[in-house]
Structures are given as structure tokens and as C-alpha cells.
């Protein structure tokens, strides 16, 4: 198998399922080293708890991204109201009073 870094959790799937078929299909031939149905089923079971943990983080990944959309959005609204509202307490206060408002400016 190759390196992780090289290798797609598919690719891992589809190599791990090849495995376990292998196992299953060719029992007699693998039994000498040891590798019976038990090893197959907890290939295969692995590969249950892959899938499902795979199928969550896309789903979370999906929400993330709807998430940071809502937020991006929020913000731009938050800077768009705040940049008014700044105009117009400068038009209605003196420089000196903007300090009250957060306002630094010097013009």
C-alpha cells in the first residue's frame, strides 16, 4: 500500500475491501498465515466506521461552510452599519465628542 500521503481515503477503502473479499474468497490459502474470516470482519468493520466517520465530516464540512457564509455575510452587514452610523455621528458631533463613539479620526 502506499504511503499515506499518497494514497485517498477511496483508494484506502477500495484496497481494504479487495483485502477482505481476498480473505474471504481465498480462505484456504491464507488460513496457513493465520488470516481467517475473523480478520475479514474486522477489515470490514473498519471499513463500516470509515465510511460512517467519512459521511459525518462531510456533512460537517457542508454546515462549516454554510456557517462561514451566514458569518461573512453578518460581518459585511456589521461593517456596512457601523461605516454609516460613523458618518453620522460625525455630521452630528464635534471632533472632540467622537472619542465617546470609538471614533479616532482626525477628519
Given at each position: 500500500m502506499a504511503s499515506?500521503?499518497?494514497t485517498s481515503l477511496s483508494s484506502e477503502i477500495t484496497t481494504a475491501r479487495l483485502l477482505?473479499?481476498?480473505?474471504?474468497n481465498r480462505a484456504d490459502s491464507v488460513a496457513k498465515v493465520g488470516l481467517t474470516a475473523d480478520k475479514a470482519?474486522?477489515?470490514e468493520a473498519l471499513l463500516s466506521k470509515l465510511t460512517t466517520?467519512?459521511?459525518?465530516?462531510?456533512e460537517l464540512k457542508?454546515?462549516?461552510k454554510e456557517k462561514t457564509a451566514e458569518l461573512d455575510s453578518v460581518q459585511k452587514t456589521?461593517?456596512?452599519?457601523?461605516a454609516e452610523t460613523r458618518k453620522l455621528v460625525k455630521i452630528a458631533v464635534d471632533k472632540a465628542?467622537?472619542?465617546a463613539f470609538g471614533i479616532s479620526d482626525k477628519q
Open positions: 499515506k500521503a499518497n477482505a473479499e481476498g480473505i474471504k470482519a474486522e477489515i466517520l467519512d459521511n459525518q465530516q462531510e457542508a454546515q462549516l456589521l461593517r456596512s452599519t457601523v465628542g467622537w472619542v
